[in-house]
């Protein structure tokens, strides 16, 4: 029997220097440090500059990094993220 396989899903994950993306990385790998094997499905960077990174441009894209498999999605990402274009004046 093999390492438990675990799936981590969410949007935010390293390199985004803020926000959840650096504990979600974190969190992964540390798993993986504890002899799991770890699949993360997140987003594309696109955090704290609300612009799509072009680095990681395309569709779907998969990498591994420090033992982390990332599955990562393309997404949505609003121009206006406090969306105050939507409020009426």
């Known amino acids: 029997m093999g390492p ?3 799936l981590v899903i969410g949007l935010n994950y390293a ?3 803020v926000g959840i993306g650096p ?3 974190g969190l992964c790998e540390t798993l993986v440090q504890s002899g799991h094997k770890v699949t993360a499905l997140v987003g594309k960077p696109y955090y704290p500059q609300w612009k799509a990174d ?3 441009g395309g569709g779907w894209l998969e990498a591994e990094e420090n033992g982390v498999r ?9 121009q206006d993220p406090i969306g ?3 409020l009426p004046t």
């Open 23 to 25: 504990y979600t990385a």
């Open 84 to 86: 105050s274009g939507a």
């Open 54 to 56: 072009p680095t990681y």
């Open 4 to 6: 438990p396989s675990l």
């Open 70 to 78: 990332l599955v990562r999605c393309p997404h949505y990402v609003p």
């Open 15 to 17: 390199p985004e220097p």
